[in-house]
């Protein structure tokens, strides 16, 4: 079944978007409300990462990904536009390189929502929930990813906490600062450029954006999105890309281990039983509601 939802995925994004993916290579997946908080522009910096590793060095070992983006941005939400225009540009440079295009693609899935959600996750090997740690409330669509046998990388927050507890560990990709180590670097002064000018991979990678290789040659357009992060970066994107793009390389190498890989994945799902729906209810009926179920002759009376 997981494979014909990986061909089944691969056939809707040809009719959706013209893009052809290889349904054997690594669906690496993202699909959630576009917001900064929960940093797919993160996720884009890693995509560039790779891009530019391949384009110095075509034989660098990097197995093929498809990352797949589905996200809706609010109507005054400015900068989370720009990120989508972002993912569609690296989309259309990475996609049309001879160099790189049979290696990774770049999706980003138009009207997504719950239909299309039933195609998305079955087909999901790695799941994107990568949040500023103290951020997310919950989150539900991380549980239907490793319910579904997809692997999680993410920081610890929301049910990433959860989840980790109950899948192992040693079965999720854990990354990044937690949320008492965020609060702890803003309180002493949070300086992203300092991150900028020590890390020589991610100095290229928002060279690269600023100089408008991504817009036509137009350095005007992703500056608002750069200087952001360099001036301000409210989310810390900065500050957990390297761990970010060193947990990346533990995916990769994973990947290239298949009876390694669909073991965590089996776990994944065979794990996940607490966070049935049954279970859920039950809780809020004796720790929220102060509820209790009532007898079939009772209900009847």
Request: glycine share 6%.
């Amino acid at each position: 079944m997981y494979v014909i939802a990986k061909r089944d995925l691969a056939a809707l994004i040809v009719q959706r978007t013209g893009i052809q993916v290889n349904a054997e290579s690594l669906f690496d997946i993202q699909v959630k409300r576009l917001h900064e908080y929960k940093r797919q522009h993160l996720n884009v910096l890693h995509i560039l990462t790779l891009y530019l590793r391949l384009k110095r060095d075509p034989k660098a070992e990097v197995p093929p990904r498809t990352f797949i983006f589905g996200a809706k941005a609010a109507p005054g939400y400015a900068l989370a536009k720009l990120i989508i225009k972002l993912i569609n540009s690296v989309a259309a440079v990475v996609n049309n390189d001879p160099v790189v295009r049979d290696r990774l693609k770049v999706v980003f899935f138009p009207d997504y929502n719950v239909k299309n959600a039933q195609h998305i996750f079955p087909a999901a090997d790695l799941s994107e929930q990568i949040s500023t740690a103290g951020k997310e409330a919950s989150g539900t669509g991380n549980m239907k990813f490793a319910l579904n046998g997809a692997l999680t990388i993410g920081t610890l927050d929301g049910a990433n906490v959860e989840i980790r507890e109950e899948v192992g560990a040693e079965n999720f990709f854990l990354f990044g600062l937690d949320a008492s180590q965020v609060e702890e670097l803003k309180s002493h002064g949070y300086q992203p450029h300092a991150y900028y000018e020590q890390n020589p991979t991610l100095r290229a990678v928002l060279d690269f954006i600023a100089s408008g290789a991504l817009a036509g040659g137009d350095p005007s357009l992703f500056r608002p999105l750069v200087d952001n992060l360099l001036d301000h970066d409210p989310f810390l994107v900065l500050a957990d890309y390297q761990a970010y793009v060193e947990c990346q390389e533990k995916v990769s190498s994973l990947w290239r281990d298949p009876q390694a890989w669909t073991r965590k994945s089996i776990l994944n799902a065979a794990r996940m039983g607490k966070f049935s729906s049954d279970r859920s209810i039950r809780d809020y009926c004796a720790q929220v509601w102060n509820i209790k179920p009532a007898s079939a002759r009772s209900a009847s009376s």
